[in-house]
């Protein structure tokens, strides 16, 4: 099992930029899907952007063109490069790891807060 930590997160107005880390405690190479995952107070969470590890990126049409996802495996980190932000991208934003085949699979970060004032 890998243990993830975001860090990053931040008050910012509307239209910044901040960008999201996730360290791993282990290599990433061997980690099939790495995503960024949020959660706004009193809704569900939601996938924001994922990455595989040949580097394929999919992301959500709210985030679209503002967002971007990647990874360095030399450093086992996980980025989330977040451009003109604004209000409703406030939420807690979480790391997850999905190892396929592997006993514990799935694996999540404890989230790190974005506050984007308007």
């Known amino acids: 099992q890998v243990q993830l930590v975001e860090s990053g997160g931040g008050l910012v107005q509307a239209g910044g930029s901040l960008r999201l880390s996730c360290s791993a405690s282990?290599?990433?190479?061997?980690?099939?899907?790495m995503g960024w995952y949020r959660q706004a107070p009193g809704k569900q969470r939601e996938g924001v952007a994922t990455?595989?590890?040949?580097?394929?990126?999919n992301y959500a049409d709210s985030v679209k063109g503002r967002f971007t996802i990647s990874r360095d495996n030399a450093k086992n980190t996980l980025y989330l490069q977040m451009n003109s932000l604004k209000p409703e991208d406030t939420a807690v934003y979480y790391c997850?790891?999905?190892?396929?085949?592997?006993?514990?699979?799935?694996?999540w970060g404890q989230g790190t807060q974005v506050t984007v004032s308007s």
């Open positions: 282990r290599s990433i190479f061997s980690i099939n899907v």
């Open positions: 990455i595989t590890s040949d580097g394929s990126t």
């Open positions: 997850k790891a999905i190892t396929i085949g592997a006993i514990v699979p799935v694996s």
